[in-house]
């Protein structure tokens, strides 16, 4: 496999960190945070390994915990040189596999095994030999004299995404991609398809509509998938990193975006008890969009398109070959647009129930929806006495500037153009928790001027034999925001207790960025009814996303434990830290004697316990209700 470069920035071949950022220009540590290690990354440990554990770790978080996300972003080619990434969205992907044993007697800790693989070995063979990257990126700068030609006819072709570099979010047993059981036992024609915690199958995914398949034990990449294996008209190369699984039925729900003149999206949903899939609704009044996650209610989906719209109907992604390069600047006159669609309960229904507009911002991540009877000025709007108003939480951005902030030139600590993000002139690009409500939902999917009906689902439009019509534009209602939290108080990769999905939540956890360091530089408990937060904060020790696993003998909401990766600056080297959620307080931790972690994205904890991964709909702590 060839080798990562654990070292400073250097040259790159074609793809070269700036001049400004060279060895020779490096400065101190900023705020003496550093964190430069957590970006090189380390080696892959494909046997496991047993961590030092260090206070207590409770046995209900036994299980295992996956992470996935860049595992570094320099290279050594075959010429000498030194390749690199140009953002972080595209560093190497790696996945990491965290298995905790509860102990045996009450008297013996918990036991942490490790192991880590690196997921791209094709890419990083092609890497090698030509010191390129030939595929679709998220911010990869480019060699500017690579022909127009040659762009346009790569850069949605299946072939350059044979190793595609997919390492963002992960699911675990997600329907339509895992076998199903057909035995008490797990196993499939004699075959036992379970592998530790009941976990059957393992994919990682991007924001496009690729999935790759991850061996759940060794971590091997097993090969790749596209959403039109779900149904056939899902046929647009876009998607969400953040599908999201209902609580109650393990339904997953997603959108597919096809672009062009009229951009497409496909609202979608897999079904747990069957594996089939149904379009919910074919929207098309929307213009195309970089949206990562979306929401769901009980009974609705919710579809925001926020800044963050592609140029030229998505046009321009064929000249530069990479989305951050292909958006149009953020327009802060234009409205952001929400969808309602009705999640087709029991097999059937499905159908755009209403539309709004809102006060334009960009965001990664939502955090939660819940519906509520509607308040009174709400009902005066609407002459449907069901109708409901739903809640949604988000953790949204003034406009698009964070996306450029990711440049690896601007997160690392000894880097001078990080120095622009620092203090007031990096608010732009720092999260702010918000809350929007949404009145007076109707109870029942709308006609339109022209009368349009529910979507069908594959079984019915193949026994039909005709194409899917997309719904017409209902007229536009107004989405109000409630509050917006202070960004200091404000998490990013949000997670609540999962026991909470699509119902009222209180506590939100994340990373908190306070301009500390040039990365996160603290965990935080935020309480939306207090608007008051509470931080975990070790001073040059930059967290990643905290996943919450639920205490199975508690009865209030932050009752269990968070689990994050940190990276211990000033000693190089990484650790798996254990909070009580209650109070922030640190219970214990697992450490990576010299080892180092790469700064990722997401993971998921799967319980040790079968009738807990069956009872959270595939994986408890997995984001706010991702999969």
């Not at 793809?15 to 430069?36: G, H, I, Q, V």
């Not at 926020?306 to 234009?334: C, Q, S």
């Not at 965001?363 to 449907?384: G, I, K, L, Q």
């Not at 214990?588 to 709909?617: M, Q």
Request: charged letters at 20%.
């Amino acid at each position: 496999m060839p080798s990562l470069v654990p070292q400073a920035p250097g040259s790159a071949g074609k793809a070269e960190l700036s001049k400004e950022n060279s060895a020779s220009t490096k400065l101190d540590p900023y705020n003496d945070w550093p964190n430069d290690a957590g970006w090189l990354g380390g080696r892959d440990q494909e046997d496991p390994i047993e961590l030092a554990v260090t206070g207590s770790i409770p046995s209900y978080a036994a299980g295992t915990l996956y992470r996935t996300g860049p595992g570094g972003y320099q290279l050594e080619t075959d010429k000498g040189a030194t390749f690199s990434c140009s953002h972080w969205f595209d560093g190497f992907s790696q996945v990491h596999r965290f298995r905790i044993l509860a102990p045996a007697t009450a008297d013996k800790p918990t036991t942490v095994l490790y192991n880590s693989r690196t997921t791209v070995d094709k890419l990083l063979e092609h890497i090698r030999a030509t010191g390129a990257i030939d595929q679709f990126t998220f911010g990869q700068k480019r060699d500017p004299c690579s022909s127009f030609f040659k762009k346009v006819m790569s850069t949605f072709t299946r072939a350059s995404n044979i190793d595609g570099n997919i390492g963002v979010t992960l699911s675990v047993n997600p329907p339509g991609l895992t076998p199903d059981a057909s035995s008490d036992d797990g196993s499939v024609d004699g075959q036992d398809q379970r592998h530790a915690s009941d976990v059957r199958s393992l994919w990682a995914k991007t924001d496009s509509a690729l999935f790759k398949q991850i061996d759940p034990e060794t971590l091997e990449p097993l090969g790749i998938a596209t959403q039109d294996v779900l149904h056939p008209d899902l046929t647009g190369p876009l998607s969400a990193a953040h599908a999201k699984s209902d609580p109650h039925t393990g339904d997953v729900f997603n959108y597919n975006l096809e672009m062009g003149a009229q951009a497409t999206y496909r609202v979608f949903r897999v079904s747990a008890d069957t594996g089939e899939t149904d379009i919910l609704a074919t929207i098309t009044d929307a213009e195309a969009a970089y949206l990562h996650s979306l929401m769901i209610t009980r009974n609705h989906v919710v579809l925001c398109v926020w800044g963050g719209r592609y140029a030229y109907h998505g046009l321009k992604m064929l000249v530069e070959k990479n989305i951050l390069d292909a958006l149009a600047p953020f327009d802060p006159t234009k409205p952001a647009k929400w969808y309602v669609i009705d999640k087709g309960g029991g097999g059937g229904g499905g159908g755009l129930v209403a539309t709004y507009t809102s006060d334009p911002f960009f965001c990664f991540h939502t955090v939660n929806a819940w519906e509520e009877p509607s308040e009174s000025e709400s009902v005066s709007e609407s002459d449907d006495p069901d109708a409901i108003d739903i809640v949604a939480e988000l953790v949204a951005y003034e406009n698009v500037d964070v996306l450029k902030r990711f440049y690896y030139d601007n997160l690392l600590s000894t880097a001078p153009a990080s120095r622009g993000y620092m203090g007031e002139k990096g608010d732009s690009s720092r999260p702010q928790l918000t809350r929007w409500r949404l009145g007076s939902v109707p109870s029942k999917p709308e006609a339109s001027a022209e009368g349009t009906q529910p979507q069908q689902s594959q079984q019915q439009q193949q026994q039909q034999q005709q194409p899917q019509q997309p719904q017409q534009p209902l007229p536009p209602r107004r989405a109000h925001q409630q509050w917006a939290a202070p960004r200091a108080a404000s998490p990013e990769l949000p997670v609540i207790n999962p026991g909470y999905r699509t119902i009222p939540h209180r506590f939100v956890y994340g990373i908190a960025d306070r301009g500390k360091s040039t990365f996160f530089d603290g965990l935080v408990k935020f309480d939306t009814c207090t608007q008051k937060a509470v931080y975990w904060e070790r001073h040059g020790h930059s967290p990643g996303e905290p996943i919450f696993v639920p205490d199975p003998a508690g009865y209030d909401e932050d009752d269990g434990v968070l689990l994050s990766v940190v990276l211990d600056g000033p000693n190089d080297h990484s650790y798996l830290v254990c909070l009580d959620a209650t109070d922030m307080r640190e219970l214990g931790r697992a450490t990576l004697d010299g080892v180092v972690i790469a700064f990722g994205f997401h993971g998921a904890h799967v319980p040790a316990s079968s009738s807990s991964l069956a009872a959270s709909g595939g994986g408890a702590g997995v984001g706010a209700g991702d999969v």
